[in-house]
């Protein structure tokens, strides 16, 4: 199993990126997917989700209505998408695993239920 995360970088507030998620060794289309971040001197929290079965997505209050989870199971890749960047956004994001069917926010957001996780990508936002 191998995640790898990409996409991260420095923006400005306001401003839009697009995490990527590349896998491979597993079939995508049965695992749930999340991403998670952690910043400087702060515990990991969990970004947002996406259920295998049905695609049901979960989100954390403070990117609700911004950022975005999708899937490509052709491209065996993942994506966030995060629009309205703000300043603390800024961390490193990480892609991660479950073969967990997922069934709400705090089974997702938690992260226990995931167990293969891919290096991270920093994430900057700032002016």
């Known amino acids: 199993v191998q995640l790898q995360a990409s996409g991260g970088g420095l923006v400005q507030p306001g401003g839009s990126l697009r995490l990527s998620c590349a896998t491979s060794?597993?079939?995508?289309?049965?695992?749930?997917i999340g991403w998670f971040r952690q910043a400087p001197g702060k515990e990991r929290e969990g970004v947002s989700c996406?259920?295998?079965?049905?695609?049901?997505?979960f989100y954390a209050d403070s990117v609700k209505g911004r950022f975005t989870i999708s899937r490509d199971i052709d491209a065996n890749m993942v994506y966030l998408q995060m629009n309205s960047l703000k300043p603390e956004d800024t961390a490193i994001y990480y892609c991660?695993?479950?073969?967990?069917?997922?069934?709400?926010?705090?089974?997702?957001?938690?992260?226990?239920?995931?167990?293969?996780w891919g290096q991270g990508t920093q994430v900057t936002v700032s002016s």
């Open positions: 996406l259920s295998y079965r049905d695609r049901r997505t």
């Open positions: 060794g597993f079939r995508l289309g049965v695992y749930s």
């Open positions: 991660a695993i479950s073969p967990y069917y997922l069934t709400s926010t705090g089974a997702c957001l938690g992260g226990s239920k995931f167990d293969s």
